[in-house]
C-alpha cells in the first residue's frame, strides 16, 4: 500500500517542471549582464540548483570580462548570459558548446522558436526580446496639439514645436555617450535608411554612401534637440533625465521600460509615460530600430558535469510559465505562456513593423567600435559626414586587417 | 657603498623588477609584432526567434588548426605600427600629396586617432607638469612659514588630493561640473548663459581635465620640496637676512639650488605619471573630446567586442618611448652632472 501511495505521488508531482530540478553535482557559475529582467530569470534558475554548487555575476561591464573568462582552462564561468552580439565574439573564438543533446535530454518545455541555431547546430537558448523604441509624455503632446510621432521626421518637428512653446529646452533624449551607446544609435538609424554595413558577402565596409550622410544628419538633428552634454549620456543618464520631467520624447530600451513606470519618482511624470513602437526614418517601412535576443550559452572549456547541472538549472527558467507569469513587466519573455502587457509595446511593434535583428557578423563588433568613436567629431561639428564615414571605413579597416579579416 | 654590496642590496628588487616589469615589456613587446591569422569564414544559416538568415561565422575546424600550428599568430613586422590607427605612414604621405595649405595638412594629421591621443597627453603633459611643480613650491614655501601648531591640519588638508582616488577625484569634480552641479549651475549663472555646458565643449573639457590634473598631482610636488625645505641650512639664509636680501632674493639664490635636484626628480615622476594620463577620461566620461594614449590602450582591450591585442601591444610600446624621448633631456642632465661631480 505504501509503495502505491509513493509512485501515485510520483506520478502526481513528478510530472511538473521541478522534476528535472533534482541536481546532484557540478558546479554553476553564471555571467550575466544587470537589470531586472536578468535578475529574476537567474533567480529562477537557483530555485533549482539542487545540491549544485551556484554562484552568479551581475555586471554591466559583462562585455570586457567574457572572452578572458571563458578563454580560461578551466573557464570561470559555466554560463553566460548573451544577446545577438555577445554571442559573436564567443563563437569567433569557439569559446560555446552547443547544446543539441542537453535540449534532447533536458529542454522540455522551451519552444522551438527559442533555439539559437548556427549552422543547424543549437548554440544558445533565448529567452527574452529587447529593441529601442519610443516613450513619449502624453500630458506634453495633449497640451500642444502633437500626435504621438511616427518617423524620426515627425520626432523632429514634434521636439521643435515643445521647444519653441518654451515647456522644455531640450525635448528629445537617447543614449548617444561616445563609445558602444552612439554606434548602437547609428546602426539603429543606418539600417532604419535601409544600409548595409558590408559590401555583400565580404568584410568590405560599405557606410561611406548617401544613406551614411542621412543618418548622421538626422543624427545630429536629435542630438542637437537633446541635452547638450549628449555625449556623456548613457540609458541610466537619460533614465534621470525622464524622470526629472526634463524630456517629452525619448529613444530607449525596452527593458528599461520597468524602473521608468514603477512607483518611484514623481507620480505625475510616471502617469504620463507612454510607450509606442520604433520611429521609421527617411520613408522607409522598416523601423529604424534593432531587434535583440538575451539567451544562455555554456561554457566550452568546462566539464561536460558542470555543463549538464548549469544547463538544467538554467532550462528550468527558461520554460517557466510562473516565472513569465509573475514578471510578466519586467521583460518580452519568449517563453511559453507570456501574455504581453503594457510595457511590451514596443517590441512587440516593432517585431510586427518587421524590425530586423543586429546584424550577427563575426567583423560587426570592429564596426561598431570603429562607428563609436569616430563620428563624434561629425556631431561636435568639426567635420563632414563624408570625412567622418571615410575615418569610420579607414578605422575599422585598420581594425579588420590586425584580426585577419581583410 | 662596495659594488658588490650594493649588487646583494639590489638583487632582490633586481629580480623582481625583470619578473614583474621587463619581462611583461618583452612579452608586449613580441605581441605587437603579430596579428591574427587570415579568418576563415564559411557562409551557414542561423535561426534566431526572429527568423532564419544566411550568414557568415568564422570556421572554427580550419581556424583551430592555423592558431594551433601558430599560436602567436601571423607576423606581422611594424605593419600595426604603421597602420592608420597607429603611426599612420602611408595615409601622412597621402595628406601631403593632396592638401594645398599646410594648415590643411595638421587638421588631416590631427584627425588620425594616435596623434589626436597624442597631442591631448603632451598638452597635458605640458601644462599639467609647470604649475604642478610651481604650485607645490609655492604651497611648501607659504606652509614652511606658518607657526607649526596649526602646520599639521594644514598639511593633511593639502595632501588630501592626493589621498582621494584619482576616479573617485575626478566622478567628483564631474557632477559638480554638470550643468545641474554646484560648479557648473553657478558658472552658467556667472557668465549669464543657462546653456553653457563644461562637457560639450572640447576646450572646456581639456582645460577641466587638465585643472584637475593639477588639484590631483600638487600635493604630491607639495610633499617631496616640503621635506626638502626642511634640509635648507639656516645660517646662509640668516647671513642673507642680514645683508639685506628681500625675502624672493633669498628663495631665487639660497632655497632654490639648495633644493635643485629634487625639483628636478619631481619633474621626472611628473612628466612620467601625465603621459600616462588615463583615470580623468574616464571619470569624466570625455572619451568624445579627450583621448590620450594610455586610453587608446584600454579602448582597444575593453571597448571592441574583439580584443585587439597587437593594436594595445604597439600603442604600450610607443607610450614607453614616448616616456623615454620625454624624460632623455632632464636624464642626460643628470647623468652630465654626476659625472662632474665625481
Redesign the interface.
Known amino acids: 500500500m505504501k509503495k502505491i501511495l509513493i509512485s501515485l505521488f510520483f506520478l502526481l508531482f513528478g510530472t511538473s517542471a521541478y522534476a528535472d530540478c533534482n541536481i546532484k553535482s557540478g558546479s554553476i557559475n553564471i555571467l550575466a549582464n544587470d537589470f531586472p529582467a536578468l535578475r529574476t530569470f537567474v533567480e529562477t534558475a537557483k530555485g533549482c540548483k539542487g545540491s549544485a554548487d551556484f554562484k552568479v555575476t551581475h555586471s554591466s561591464e559583462h562585455n570586457k570580462i567574457a572572452v578572458p573568462a571563458l578563454t580560461a582552462n578551466p573557464s570561470e564561468f559555466s554560463a553566460r548570459i548573451a544577446a545577438n552580439s555577445s554571442i559573436v565574439p564567443l563563437m569567433n573564438q569557439d569559446l560555446i558548446r552547443p547544446l543539441d543533446d542537453l535540449v534532447n535530454k533536458y529542454g522540455k518545455g522551451i519552444q522551438d522558436s527559442q533555439l539559437i541555431t548556427i549552422d543547424g547546430k543549437i548554440m544558445a537558448v533565448a529567452f527574452m526580446a529587447n529593441t529601442q523604441h519610443l516613450y513619449y509624455r502624453e500630458d506634453v503632446l495633449k497640451e500642444l496639439g502633437i500626435a504621438i510621432p511616427k518617423t524620426y521626421e515627425e520626432v523632429v518637428a514634434a521636439s521643435e514645436k515643445i521647444r519653441a512653446s518654451g515647456k522644455m529646452q531640450y525635448p528629445y533624449a537617447a543614449a548617444y555617450k561616445a563609445g558602444w551607446n552612439l554606434a548602437e544609435e547609428f546602426v539603429n538609424m543606418y539600417i532604419g535608411h535601409g544600409g548595409e554595413f558590408f559590401k555583400s558577402g565580404s568584410a568590405q565596409p560599405s557606410i561611406n554612401n548617401a544613406k551614411g550622410v542621412a543618418t548622421l544628419n538626422m543624427l545630429k538633428k536629435l542630438a542637437g534637440l537633446s541635452n547638450p552634454d549628449y555625449l556623456t549620456h548613457d540609458s541610466e543618464a537619460i533614465k534621470v533625465e525622464w524622470e526629472s520631467g526634463n524630456v517629452a520624447l525619448m529613444t530607449l530600451w525596452a527593458s528599461r521600460s520597468g524602473t521608468l513606470l514603477d512607483d518611484d519618482g514623481d507620480a505625475k511624470i510616471t502617469a504620463a509615460t507612454k510607450l509606442t513602437g520604433p520611429a521609421t526614418v527617411a520613408g522607409g517601412n522598416i523601423p529604424a530600430a534593432t531587434l535583440w535576443w538575451d539567451g544562455f550559452t555554456l561554457a566550452k572549456n568546462r566539464s561536460d558535469a558542470d555543463a549538464e547541472a548549469t544547463f538544467r538549472a538554467l532550462a528550468h527558467a527558461a520554460a517557466n510559465k510562473k516565472m513569465v507569469a509573475d514578471a510578466a513587466d519586467q521583460a518580452v519573455w519568449l517563453i511559453e505562456g507570456f501574455k504581453p502587457g503594457p510595457k511590451s509595446i514596443g517590441v512587440i511593434e516593432a517585431v510586427k513593423m518587421k524590425a530586423k535583428p543586429y546584424p550577427m557578423l563575426p567583423q560587426m563588433g570592429l564596426m561598431h567600435g570603429a562607428l563609436g568613436s569616430e563620428i563624434v567629431e561629425f556631431l561636435q561639428g568639426k567635420e563632414s559626414a563624408e570625412q567622418a564615414l571615410k575615418d569610420v571605413e579607414a578605422a575599422y579597416m585598420s581594425k579588420a586587417k590586425e584580426q585577419g579579416f581583410l | 657603498m662596495p659594488n658588490k654590496t650594493f649588487f646583494w642590496f639590489f638583487l632582490p628588487t633586481g629580480l623582481a623588477m625583470i619578473l614583474f616589469i621587463g619581462l611583461p615589456i618583452i612579452s608586449t613587446g613580441i605581441q605587437s609584432f603579430y596579428?591574427?591569422?587570415?579568418?576563415v569564414?564559411?557562409e551557414?544559416?542561423?535561426?534566431?526567434?526572429?527568423?532564419c538568415t544566411v550568414?557568415?561565422?568564422?570556421d572554427?575546424e580550419k581556424?583551430?588548426k592555423i592558431r594551433d600550428e601558430k599560436p602567436l599568430g601571423?607576423f606581422?613586422g611594424f605593419g600595426?605600427y604603421i597602420?592608420?590607427?597607429h603611426l599612420a605612414v602611408d595615409?601622412i604621405g597621402k595628406f601631403w600629396n593632396e592638401t594645398n595649405s599646410f594648415g590643411e595638412f595638421v587638421d588631416q594629421v590631427t584627425?588620425l586617432?594616435f596623434y589626436k591621443a597624442l597631442i591631448f597627453t603632451l598638452t597635458y603633459c605640458l601644462f599639467v607638469t609647470p604649475n604642478v611643480l610651481l604650485l607645490g613650491f609655492i604651497i611648501a614655501l607659504s606652509l614652511n612659514a606658518v607657526t607649526r601648531r596649526i602646520r599639521g591640519p594644514l598639511i593633511f588638508g593639502t595632501i588630501l588630493p592626493m589621498i582621494v582616488t584619482p576616479l573617485v577625484g575626478s566622478l567628483v569634480l564631474f557632477w559638480m561640473i554638470?550643468?545641474e552641479g554646484i560648479i557648473g549651475a553657478n558658472l552658467q549663472m556667472l557668465m549669464d548663459d543657462p546653456?553653457l555646458?563644461l562637457?560639450?565643449s572640447?576646450t572646456l573639457t581639456w582645460i577641466t581635465i587638465i585643472i584637475y590634473g593639477i588639484w590631483h598631482h600638487s600635493p604630491f610636488a607639495f610633499v617631496v620640496f616640503y621635506a626638502a625645505l626642511q634640509t635648507v641650512p639656516q645660517e646662509p639664509v640668516e647671513a642673507a637676512i642680514i645683508d639685506g636680501a628681500s625675502r624672493w632674493q633669498r628663495v631665487r639664490h639660497i632655497v632654490l639650488p639648495h633644493i635643485y635636484p629634487v625639483v628636478t626628480f619631481v619633474a621626472l615622476i611628473s612628466l612620467m605619471d601625465n603621459f600616462r594620463v588615463f583615470e580623468p577620461i574616464i571619470g569624466?566620461?570625455?572619451?568624445?573630446?579627450a583621448?590620450s594614449l594610455s586610453w587608446l590602450i584600454y579602448?582597444n582591450l575593453?571597448?571592441?567586442?574583439?580584443?585587439?591585442f597587437?593594436?594595445a601591444a604597439a600603442t604600450s610600446m610607443m607610450t614607453i618611448v614616448g616616456i623615454a624621448i620625454l624624460l632623455a633631456p632632464v636624464l642626460i642632465r643628470t647623468w652630465k652632472e654626476f659625472r662632474t661631480a665625481r
Open positions: 596579428a591574427q591569422h587570415d579568418q569564414v564559411k551557414v544559416k542561423k535561426c534566431d526567434p526572429f527568423g550568414s557568415i561565422v568564422v572554427q581556424t583551430s601571423k606581422n600595426t597602420d592608420r590607427n595615409e584627425n586617432p554638470d550643468a546653456y555646458s562637457k560639450s572640447k569624466f566620461s570625455a572619451e568624445g573630446s583621448q579602448d575593453v571597448n571592441e567586442e574583439v580584443i585587439l597587437g593594436s
